[in-house]
Antibody, heavy 124, light 109 residues
Framework: EVQLVESGGGLVQPGGSLRLSCAAS????????MSWVRQAPGKGLEWVAN????????YYVDSVKGRFTISRDNAKNSLYLQMNSLRAEDTAVYYC?????????????????WGQGTLVTVSS | SYVLTQPPSVSVAPGKTARITCGGN??????VHWYQQKPGQAPVLVIY???DRPSGIPERFSGSNSGNTATLTISRVEAGDEADYYC????????????FGTGTKVTVL
């Protein structure tokens, strides 16, 4: 059974940092692009970043470029999101999600499995 | 950036058909995916590549895409279909690359 379990969320002051983790199981993690998607309270879904199977390609939404870093450790079946210089508008539930298609060289397939999310609150 | 527009809400009686639209410039030239999200839960992929259904998704869910509008159709609506629905495309020339629609709340009367 495919499982994605996020952790690392919490309350942080503006300007602070937080590192989210996503533990994957039930599939060959190293074969898939992986994404982070967030959802502000009462709002819609917003894709944040994704990373290629071997970590060689990473893409970000403009609003987090230079502040967030996506990474992965295939030996540990884990996905990460390092978030620096956090702002109030980064407050959201953060989901990790798996691309549908394994082994694909280009990003952009639909997201077929999602974790339950971890809440990040940026407030003083 | 590429914009996907959905109606905020759709109401439907049990047993009837719900149609949720997703408007975007020449969206028919892109692949559209649909997600269902119930309160407090993670999104679930219900339709991908315009009209394909993942395993476990009822045949009552179907999709189409042409011109400037993609449509998710839920036939024989059940109470359990009440949820938010989001369309999504991938556009490597846009920011962000994964573009989600504004979301539609489906209410079963």
């Amino acid at each position: 059974e495919v499982q994605l379990v996020e952790s690392g969320g919490g309350l942080v002051q503006p300007g602070g940092s937080l590192r989210l983790s996503c533990a994957a199981s039930g599939f060959t993690f190293s074969s898939y692009w992986m994404s982070w998607v967030r959802q502000a309270p009462g709002k819609g879904l917003e894709w944040v970043a994704n990373i290629k199977q071997d970590g060689s390609e990473k893409y970000y939404v403009d609003s987090v470029k230079g502040r967030f870093t996506i990474s992965r450790d295939n030996a540990k079946n884990s996905l990460y999101l390092q978030m620096n210089s956090l702002r109030a508008e980064d407050t959201a539930v953060y989901y990790c999600a798996r691309d549908l298609t394994p082994f694909i060289a280009v990003a952009g397939t639909p997201l077929d499995y999602w974790g339950q999310g971890t809440l990040v609150t940026v407030s003083s | 950036s590429y914009v996907l527009t959905q109606p905020p809400s759709v109401s439907v009686a049990p047993g009837k058909t719900a149609r949720i639209t997703c408007g975007g410039n020449n969206i028919g030239s892109k692949s559209v995916h649909w997600y269902q999200q119930k309160p407090g839960q993670a999104p679930v992929l219900v339709i991908y590549y315009d009209s394909d259904r993942p395993s476990g998704i009822p045949e009552r869910f179907s999709g189409s895409n042409s011109g400037n509008t993609a449509t998710l159709t839920i036939s024989r609506v059940e109470a359990g279909d009440e949820a938010d629905y989001y369309c999504q495309v991938w556009d490597s020339s846009s920011d962000p690359f994964y573009v989600f629609g504004t979301g539609t709340k489906v209410t079963v009367l």
